[in-house]
């Protein structure tokens, strides 16, 4: 029978977990925190004050950084769509060649496909660039499908690449936006 | 005027559902139609989008397709920031055909 490290108290402690928290040391409000929500004597514990605030182990706030302004409006440089091209490009080639549908596992591999995308297109390292990776993978089964997409960007800056693959069980698309943050 | 800018689910998806049921609502699957209904969709989203005038670049994708027994898999990767962008993806289906809209919203 497990039992509570720290015997039942005034404060009307309850059910509490029977060891500390995962991460070693424990934060001081937090275990009051969560007797307010579980007590039913009717003892309202201020979740407030001491309970609230990201305190570390030893005990420092961390302190969220505040950069300053680049007053830079425009990027240093643009997205190279035809880089994005070529990386959604070899993915799909090395990844999906002779590859037959399957339920299951096309849905894994549409996931890390796009992870993979993205990944490879942070490394291209462009600044202040926000990107979305969208990956459709199908089955060709005599059914007919369009896809279309329409965007509201900023089209000095703000690019897409779009890739098609096709072998005899599936199809698949890869699209990459590329978007500045202004 | 200070704004809400962080991207709203909710209304999001009421605007796409809108625009579909509007586009595609009571038809059944027509080749030489299709094309036309996917641009219909998407640009109502957007206008809507537009209409809410908010500090946000908006991507809208829609997929439709031909109900015959395939698959089909979607899946999306975004380098963002967490708390003021957010995507929003309806699936709809009649007899015949499947719809799937994805707005992603980006913060600017």
Redo the contacts between chains.
């Keep these: 029978m497990a039992e509570p490290l720290k015997p039942e108290g005034p404060e009307g402690e309850g059910r509490r977990r029977s060891g500390p928290p995962p991460g070693g040391l424990t934060v001081p409000g937090e275990g009051r925190r969560r007797q307010s929500k579980q007590s039913h004597s009717g003892h309202r514990m201020s979740t407030g004050g001491g309970a609230r605030g990201a305190t570390t182990n030893t005990g420092i706030r961390r302190a969220r950084i505040q950069y300053e302004n680049t007053y830079r409006t425009e990027p240093m440089a643009k997205f190279r769509s035809d880089l994005a091209y070529g990386i959604i490009e070899e993915l799909f080639e090395r990844k999906l060649k002779g590859v037959k549908y399957d339920p299951k596992q096309c849905q894994d591999t549409a996931k890390t496909l796009a992870a993979e995308i993205r990944t490879k297109v942070k490394e291209l390292k462009y600044d202040r660039y926000k990107c979305v990776v969208v990956v459709t993978i199908g089955q060709r089964q005599d059914s007919e499908l369009v896809l279309a997409s329409r965007c509201l960007l900023d089209t000095k800056w703000d690019t897409f690449a779009t890739y098609n693959f096709e072998n005899y069980d599936i199809f698949a698309t890869g699209i990459v936006y590329a978007f500045f943050f202004e | 005027m200070a704004q809400e800018s962080t991207f709203v689910v909710e209304e999001v998806s009421n605007i796409i559902k809108e625009s579909v049921e509007g586009v595609i609502g009571g038809g059944s ?1 027509q ?1 030489n139609k ?2 036309q ?3 219909n ?3 109502q989203c ?1 206008n809507q ?2 209409a809410l005038k908010k500090p ?26 967490n708390t003021t ?1 957010g ?1 929003c993806t309806v699936r709809w289906e009649n007899k015949t055909m499947y719809c799937i809209v ?1 707005v ?1 919203g ?1 913060s ?1």
């Design positions: 699957y080749p299709v094309a209904w996917t641009s969709i998407v640009e957007l989008l537009t946000f670049k908006y991507i809208v994708n829609c997929i439709i397709m031909q109900k015959t027994g395939a698959g089909l898999h979607t899946a999306s990767s975004c380098f963002w920031d962008d995507s994805s992603f980006l600017m």
